[in-house]
């Protein structure tokens, strides 16, 4: 996928997640049906508000709220829950009641799981009455097959299928003490570890709409010693989606999910252009590592360092202008909760100024030393794999979107007026797809370079242009989008 015809790429970061369309459901009733419209911001994109009149609403007596109440530094739960279930196809139902009667000094820890000294995390578990129960796949409710491409994008092609042959699986609960150590989570996702490895088995993480297998789990734990504080970015995702849900064109939202599990409330920003959702990811995950590691605000300084720390990069890699960046003051406000938000409370990200798409963009330029750029390349190997998956599987796509209805949106580059060979890519509700290829519809995403075109404006695409594509039948099947989360580990 790409910005531009010269392979561009702005993607979103968190849960990296965390995240295009997360075609996810919730463990007691599925979301609502997302919007699937990003330009290069790549990111977990579930549905917001299915009412919109409500939405904006909302969103107005938030601003209201935040212009008159006095900033207060973040609470901190006094309690934090951990709730993973383990996928073990190949463990019989015997073996996983053993392990679920086992009682913490048995259960099968080792360094690498507690960060190197496992006696306090079996204290933790056994104080805490921690549990791991034996639970009927059917109760627990796994996402739909369909979405694993998205949601089990670390588990090979090959065994997702086999995710569904498990009539039993494992379900870690840890309750405890909130801490600046976070022992609850230290001690959930370790256990949890270490039963998917010994099971060989994937774990289920709803919060965050993921399944790994073991391997990739352990990826997910605290490298810090104990009595130290940490954060990991992989522990979150980030939602991308518009403000309305009627209109996809934006404003645009993002909002994390998984940060009660560190004893603080989710963080969400609002008002900005869907295109800067990349960086605004990469700054909100940010600012969620200073707050899990015990920073309260209500003012939290960022620096381009502290971002590129946290994406694992380097600041020249995440800008050209590293050296013109300069660190940036934020505010957190408490936010009121949006339809489908957490239980949990959730503060906003206040952008400086109006915080409209305007402040969003400048508070962006400040802290990248530049503002939008044109052109940025990948090279991931992954990437282009999946765009190359994209180009040849579209027309299958479009066969069946022929024949069972539904929604079909395409990512096809769109000529920048003015710029002789450049092209924005887009994406593009489509109406009708002749023989030769040439589909034509309706533009779902708002320009940035491309002026020349404007939302919901008749447009048109060639399925040999097509970088990725989004399908939703008629009888709620769906498929595509395979690049969105791939786009997540760029984060520019």
Known sequence: MSQLKEKTVVTIGAALLAG??????????????????????AAP???????????????????????????????????????????????????????????????????????????????????????????????????????????????????????YDAKSLLVVHVQGESTSDHMPFRAGFGLTAALARELQGYVHDEVTHRIDPAI??????????????????????????????????????????????????????????????????????????KVAQGERGPEIRVSLADVAKVAKKKPEDLSKGSAKAKDLKLLLTLSERMPADPD??????????????????????????????????????????????AKKSVAAAVAKWKKGGGSLILRVPFPVEGEKGKAEVMWMKVTSCDDGGLCKGTLSSRPVFAKNLKPGGDVSGKLTDVSDYLLELADGTKEGGETIPLLERAGR
């Open 45 to 163: 994109l579930e549905a917001g508000p299915t009412n919109a009149s409500l939405a904006v609403a909302e969103a107005g007596a938030d601003a209201a709220k935040s212009a008159t109440q006095t900033p207060e530094p973040l609470p901190i739960e006094h309690e934090v829950t951990i709730e993973l279930a383990v996928i073990a196809p190949k463990a019989t139902a015997a073996k996983l009641a053993e392990y679920a009667a086992q009682t913490a000094d048995k259960w099968p820890l080792k360094t690498s799981d507690c960060a190197g000294d496992c006696a306090p995390i079996r204290k933790f578990l056994a104080d805490a009455k921690a549990t791991v129960e034996v639970m009927a796949a059917a109760d627990w409710i796994l996402p739909p097959k369909d979405s694993l491409g998205t949601v089990a994008r670390t588990v090979p092609e090959g065994e997702r299928n086999a995710l």
């Open 216 to 289: 990739a789990f352990a990826d997910r734990l605290p490298k810090t010693p104990i009595g130290t504080p940490f954060f990991v970015p992989e522990s979150l995702l980030v939602q991308l989606h518009p403000l309305d849900e009627e209109d996809v064109a934006g404003p645009y939202r993002l909002l994390t999910l998984g940060l009660a599990r560190y004893g603080v409330p989710d963080l969400e920003m609002r008002g900005f252009h869907e295109k800067d959702g990349g960086r605004l990811a990469l700054v909100l995950n940010t600012i969620a590592s």
């Open 344 to 389: 949990n409370d959730v503060y906003r990200v206040e952008a400086p100024g109006d915080g409209d798409e305007e402040a969003h963009g400048e508070l962006l330029a400040t802290l990248f030393g530049e503002p939008r750029v044109l052109t940025q390349g990948t090279n991931d190997p992954l990437l282009l794999a999946a765009e190359a998956r």
């Open 20 to 41: 295009v369309v997360i075609w996810a459901v919730a463990k007691k009733e599925p979301d609502a049906p997302a919007v699937p419209v990003i330009t290069e911001a």
